[in-house]
């Protein structure tokens, strides 16, 4: 008896046009930007390099590779975006080449391709763990992957539950939903840094992991950047960009590069990946500690730079006070360090 194989749980007919609101806030149009900046220049995309990108949706990306020279390849599982996304190709005089896939049932041969790269669509899978290894599957050896995903466990995300939780403490009542700590609709996973390194296949080398963006989606952000002088807004963007690089567990978005090792070095690679992933992770409280001290420093800086520009007491009235507590601040803890550190006498 041959047994039937089981239907996979995909929407063939998802269409996006309900998942980009109509008017974007300049924290999002910031993120979007840098997500697809990033995730691109880590591809690398190379002349005559086989490259794929799974979940392709339009096409938008592959279409703003057209001049590397590379064999561009995308799938998607709905059929509506397929179609979109050889309309997006076609427009740019790209001969499309989108196949009608699930990332988990990919139909191409194995170690047939160069580069393979997921870029915001890994928590729409419905078995994402079984699509990175069909994604290490297809990598030729010395191949690169590279995978971008929202990060439910940012530092927005845990600033978001915060406000919402005292929101309902003094006023009985939840912020508006739907929350954007919460996974949409469309997603089945809800992703962070540890989920990511978990669910990488093993034989792959983890070459980078950074972040991108902080304080997305927190209540009332977007609404200060908008008031906030085009200049100084970027400034501010830029500066908590580069801290999220450096904390990707905090981060926004995460983007992670790896790549599939030559043979010789594939036994070395499979079981270091988590190893390497640890070594690297610092303590998470002395990082939100340093964080923290990074971003109030960031946040007065440019409150003074605004009130200069302004000419408002009460714009530099708060960087002032915010620098003056952070000096009390200091001195306390330089005061309790000396109080209560351990001084071993000398030996004799």
């Given at each position: 008896?041959?047994?039937?194989?089981?239907?996979?749980?995909?929407?063939?007919?998802?269409?996006?046009?309900?998942?980009?609101?109509?008017?974007?806030?300049?924290?999002?149009?910031?993120?979007?930007?840098?997500?697809?900046?990033?995730?691109?220049?880590?591809?690398?995309?190379?002349?005559?390099?086989?490259?794929?990108?799974?979940?392709?949706?339009?096409?938008?990306?592959?279409?703003?590779?057209?001049?590397?020279?590379?064999?561009?390849?995308?799938?998607?599982?709905?059929?509506?975006?397929?179609?979109?996304?050889?309309?997006?190709?076609?427009?740019?005089?790209?001969?499309?080449?989108?196949?009608?896939?699930?990332?988990?049932?990919?139909?191409?041969?194995?170690?047939?391709?160069?580069?393979?790269?997921?870029?915001?669509?890994?928590?729409?899978?419905?078995?994402?763990?079984?699509?990175?290894?069909?994604?290490?599957?297809?990598?030729?050896?010395?191949?690169?992957?590279?995978?971008?995903?929202?990060?439910?466990?940012?530092?927005?995300?845990?600033?978001?539950?915060?406000?919402?939780?005292?929101?309902?403490?003094?006023?009985?009542?939840?912020?508006?939903?739907?929350?954007?700590?919460?996974?949409?609709?469309?997603?089945?996973?809800?992703?962070?840094?540890?989920?990511?390194?978990?669910?990488?296949?093993?034989?792959?080398?983890?070459?980078?992991?950074?972040?991108?963006?902080?304080?997305?989606?927190?209540?009332?952000?977007?609404?200060?950047?908008?008031?906030?002088?085009?200049?100084?807004?970027?400034?501010?963007?830029?500066?908590?960009?580069?801290?999220?690089?450096?904390?990707?567990?905090?981060?926004?978005?995460?983007?992670?590069?790896?790549?599939?090792?030559?043979?010789?070095?594939?036994?070395?690679?499979?079981?270091?990946?988590?190893?390497?992933?640890?070594?690297?992770?610092?303590?998470?409280?002395?990082?939100?500690?340093?964080?923290?001290?990074?971003?109030?420093?960031?946040?007065?800086?440019?409150?003074?730079?605004?009130?200069?520009?302004?000419?408002?007491y009460w714009a530099l009235a708060i960087p002032?006070?915010?620098?003056?507590?952070?000096?009390?601040?200091?001195?306390?803890?330089?005061?309790?360090t000396l109080l209560t550190i351990r001084v071993?006498?000398?030996?004799?």
């Amino acid at each position: 008896m041959h047994l039937q194989p089981q239907p996979e749980p995909l929407d063939r007919s998802w269409d996006d046009e309900h998942v980009i609101p109509p008017e974007l806030g300049p924290d999002t149009v910031f993120l979007f930007d840098r997500m697809t900046k990033d995730t691109l220049e880590a591809v690398g995309a190379k002349p005559k390099a086989r490259v794929l990108d799974v979940g392709c949706g339009r096409g938008l990306d592959l279409a703003s590779q057209s001049g590397k020279g590379s064999i561009l390849i995308g799938c998607d599982p709905s059929g509506v975006m397929v179609r979109r996304a050889r309309e997006t190709l076609r427009e740019k005089g790209v001969q499309p080449m989108v196949v009608c896939c699930s990332a988990e049932h990919l139909p191409f041969a194995s170690a047939s391709l160069h580069r393979v790269y997921c870029k915001g669509a890994i928590d729409h899978f419905y078995d994402p763990q079984r699509a990175l290894k069909e994604m290490a599957r297809v990598l030729s050896p010395g191949g690169r992957l590279v995978i971008s995903v929202a990060n439910f466990e940012s530092l927005g995300c845990r600033l978001g539950r915060l406000y919402n939780r005292l929101h309902r403490i003094f006023t009985g009542k939840e912020l508006q939903r739907p929350h954007f700590w919460e996974i949409p609709k469309d997603h089945v996973y809800r992703f962070h840094k540890g989920l990511l390194l978990e669910f990488m296949p093993p034989g792959i080398q983890l070459l980078n992991l950074r972040g991108i963006s902080l304080f997305w989606g927190v209540p009332g952000w977007g609404a200060f950047l908008k008031r906030t002088p085009p200049q100084a807004r970027e400034l501010l963007l830029g500066m908590l960009d580069r801290l999220g690089r450096v904390f990707p567990s905090l981060a926004d978005v995460i983007v992670l590069r790896a790549q599939k090792p030559v043979e010789k070095e594939a036994a070395k690679t499979s079981s270091g990946l988590a190893e390497r992933a640890k070594g690297e992770e610092m303590n998470l409280n002395t990082r939100i500690q340093g964080l923290l001290i990074c971003a109030g420093t960031v946040v007065a800086a440019v409150l003074f730079l605004i009130g200069l520009i302004m000419k408002s007491y009460w714009a530099l009235a708060i960087p002032v006070a915010i620098g003056f507590l952070w000096l009390l601040g200091l001195a306390f803890w330089i005061g309790w360090t000396l109080l209560t550190i351990r001084v071993e006498p000398p030996g004799e």
